[in-house]
């Protein structure tokens, strides 16, 4: 402005930082201000409802998120819970969970739990009814595992380590006529789940995405696409399914184009529009990096990225109107980006930046600032693959070429600071982040390329514990559309099940004692895997 003030409209997580004024006299004189953005709480509560016997137990779990941390408390039917006076009630550490023993007919009611912090509070209520008959639980049709294999998809619930619904690849899509996977063996190859009602799949031998209504777990209709469509991204705020399709079999040969599936949440006959020439080609698209559906801050990015082939920089995409608005030169710093992540909590991209010169080696983590574009840091000493937790306050970075897993976190002011490293001879092919015991902290599991074991680290404390006897990954060579050739998957913000595939198996792991609950056989290459929760 003309007055020399820096006005911050619509403030967002991403304005978050320090920002210094420097003096027109000298650059000695400097004055820092650090703007802190606090976050209203976000809170959810699990069973929404449910009823039982006189004597048993019931359990309601709370999960909340906001900036800062916000405090939880509980109440039924309005009136305030004391776990010192009503000793039938325990409560797990943070106010996360709430278990009623021995239960009575009085506690029949509405089980409320508040989040509260310096931003504001909210609530959400669960109801609970006990009563006389005795009600076998049954998932239904959420809490189940979506596997696509082979020979077609399987619905699985974690509980029961039991088949929920079988779909055979010679199954016909009852509104086309088609088959599920015109050939006998299926190919798929990525999977989002779109706002509790569809999964969108992948298949890019068949040049099209399947829609399953989550409901009726039916294939409802197929979208066509451009050749070989793999990796899919949803946006929550647009409502839309980002496809990017490679446009032959081979990988590397810059032949990539972007589609876009609109009202991917309607109950309507879907098509692709392509995006708008990238850089003013449709035909040296490389990669496409979209914040995943789980970041809780996802909406808080407007734009994305797109890297394209051999060239050293980022293409900023405008997800509204699906046109290039910039393109950040990145050959100053001889980066290639080769992995991206998103941190809203300051507004950062990380950047995994490869040597080309070097055959393809990682070679430093660059840090930019997502509002400027500016570099704001390079680390030569972190070299791996981003990963962002769905709180935005862990970075973990795999580098499989030094063995190296660094974890990085991100204070309530966007600050960014090592907290440590695990080595590890795993090979690491997956992760997923599983929401800690105390519900303001994330872990992770990460799978294998080519070993039987899970690695299991604690985010907080660096704690490393290895799920043994999970059996191998399929080989890579089966797998080509990435490496990762093992997914490994979290059953949601309240689930207590870890799911990853082996070559002929699917094996589902208890995530709080990290203990394989069981193996599922005659499950073959089974490597897209996607959860449907009822909360």
Known sequence: MDDKTLYITSVSTLHAGNYICHSDRTEQIVQTHIVKVQVPPQVKVCPQSQRAVPDSSANIECRSFGIPHPILEWEKNGAAIDTKTQDRFTMHVNNTDIRVDHLHYEDTGSYTC???????????TSSLLIEDTRRTKHHG???????????????YDPDTCQLSRSILSADTISATGEAVCSNDECSWADAVQVKDKFIYVSQPNENRVLVIDVVT??????????????????????????VLCWGTMENNDGRRTIEVIRQASDTIEHETIHTQPIGNHFDLVQELFIPPRNMILQDNFRYVYVVHKDEMGLHKIDLESMSSVKVIDLSEYSCHPEGVAFVPVGGYVVLQCIDRNKNGVAAKQMILDYLTDAVVSEMDVIKGKPYVSPDSRFIVSVDNDSGSLCVQ??????????????????????IDFYLSEDGYNYDIFA???????ILYVDL????????TGVGQAMPKEDWIWNENNRAVSVSGLFGQYVVSPAETSLYVVDADSRQVRCQIGDVHQANVVVWVGSC
């Open 141 to 155: 049709l959420f809490d189940v595992y979506y596997v696509f294999h082979k020979k077609g998809i399987k619905v």
């Open 460 to 467: 907080k404390d660096g704690k490393v514990e290895m799920v």
């Open 409 to 430: 976190t991100v204070s309530d002011t966007g600050h960014i600071s090592t907290s440590f490293d695990v080595h590890t001879n795993l090979h690491v092919s997956d």
């Open 217 to 242: 777990q039916q294939v409802v209709q197929t979208v066509a696409t451009d050749n070989v469509p793999v990796e899919l991204r949803y946006v929550k705020y647009l409502d839309e399914v980002w």
């Open 447 to 453: 799978s294998s390329q080519d070993k039987s074991d």
């Open 114 to 124: 508040t989040a509260t912090n310096s931003a504001g509070k909210e609530k959400a």
